[in-house]
């Protein structure tokens, strides 16, 4: 398991049963979670976005499904904006 001390990580992609974070801050990362064990210490992540796959997508869509953890709330889609073109 490679570890990381003491660093702020932004911008970067982990498997968090590979890693161990102590007192670092991860900044707009991709977080991708399977179910093993991990290691957090101390450590702050802002604007990170979490990937569930395998058993841990599995445990996630059973609570939901059962009502015991509410479903996610969809974050709004950025807003479109069309050209306008001049009639002639």
Not at 26 to 33: A, F, G, H, Q, T
Not at 52 to 61: D, S, Y
Request: glycine fraction near 4%; include cysteine; proline fraction near 6%.
């Amino acid at each position: 398991m490679e570890t990381y001390r003491n660093q702020t990580l932004q911008a970067k992609s982990f498997i968090l049963e590979e890693v161990a974070f102590i007192a670092c801050t991860l900044i707009d990362c991709d977080l991708y979670y399977s179910g093993g064990e991990f290691d957090w210490v101390n450590s702050t992540f802002e604007n990170c976005r979490f990937h569930w796959r395998g058993a841990a997508k599995n445990t996630l869509a059973l609570l939901q499904l059962t009502g015991m953890m509410p479903a996610p709330v969809p974050r709004p889609a950025e807003e479109v904006k069309t050209p306008v073109q001049k009639l002639n």
